[in-house]
């Protein structure tokens, strides 16, 4: 079969609701509608490089088509893996479970991650190298303090349940905790046999809103940072300890009316790390493609 059966995933959280009642500035306006149906196109990946093997390794990961409703700041989403057609490049079969969580609020930008996949195929048309028995096992989580929060709405560039009517930015400063392991690959790919791996420390950075035409926003913000990293906790400062870099990118374009809303949202977050003299980088990319009506319920 040239397809991969779909998979159904559901999720159920809590929006926040003190975001909505805050009285904000002249740079921001709340949406007041409490109902919403927001369908979606998401994808998620995560994409392993070690400059051992000079080589991309990635999951056969299906693009999502989801769809979410909420009330009065409570949401439920349901999400339908599509078919997968394994003859167009995408040679290995894929075992993936990913949780990844976004939450924007006034003064704080919070991201949880867990993610485990299994079988990964090389960024080469030679099926030769690819990893069908690689295991890479990843949580974390990451939190920023936006400092113009008042001014600035990361809601507005992501949720949609805020609008900004001013261009502005504001400076982030948060940190991270993140915790790898990869197993499974041949003795010849060095650097994904065994290898464990934490990473903890602070980031920082910056943020834009730019509203360039009449309920149009363009958003961008990035953040980096040095995180301590190591492959064991308890022997955290011994001679493999390290500094390693670490990188956030947001980036969102969207038109939010006063009914539809719609627009595309991306985020990549890339972890740098070392086995010994091998440099590993992981990175979790996301797609976000949506359309969102707005109903008001008295």
């Known amino acids: 079969m040239p397809f991969q059966h779909a998979r159904v995933l559901l999720i159920l959280w809590t929006l926040p609701l003190a975001c909505l009642a805050w009285e904000r500035s002249d740079y921001v306006m709340e949406d007041k509608q409490n109902i919403s149906v927001r369908p979606s196109l998401q994808y998620a990946d995560l994409t392993l490089e070690a400059d051992s093997a ?70 080469e048309k ?48 948060g940190g991270g905790v993140h915790y790898s392991r990869f197993s499974g690959a041949p003795d010849s790919i060095a650097g994904f046999m065994n290898f464990t791996n934490w990473h903890a420390g602070l980031n920082g950075g910056y943020a834009y809103n730019w509203v360039f035409l009449p309920n149009w926003l363009l958003h961008g913000s990035a953040t980096l940072g040095l995180h301590g990293s190591n492959e064991r906790i308890s022997k955290w400062l011994d001679d493999s300890f390290r500094l ?24 990549v977050h890339a972890l740098f790390m070392h086995q010994e003299e091998i440099e590993i980088s992981s990175t979790v990319g996301q797609i976000d493609l949506f359309v969102m009506r707005r109903f008001a319920l008295d």
């Not at 303090?145 to 502005?168: E, I, P």
């Open 244 to 267: 390693e870099e670490v990188a956030l990118l947001r980036l969102g374009l969207n038109h939010n009316g006063p009914a539809w809303g719609y627009g595309l949202s991306v985020i």
């Open 126 to 173: 030679d099926s030769t190298w690819d990893l069908p028995n690689l295991h890479a096992y990843h949580v974390g989580t990451t939190a920023l303090y936006v400092f113009s929060g008042k001014r600035f709405s990361h809601q507005a560039a992501f949720d949609l349940t805020q609008k900004q009517l001013r261009s502005t930015g504001t400076w982030l400063l």
């Open 54 to 123: 000079d080589m991309v390794y990635s999951p056969n990961n299906p693009t999502r088509l989801c769809l979410q409703l909420a009330y009065r700041g409570f949401a439920i989403s349901g999400g339908l893996a599509l078919p997968v057609d394994k003859e167009n490049g995408k040679r290995v079969d894929s075992h993936a479970f990913d949780l990844i969580f976004h939450q924007y609020y006034n003064h704080l930008v919070a991201d949880i991650y867990y993610q485990n996949y299994r079988g990964f195929g090389a960024d």
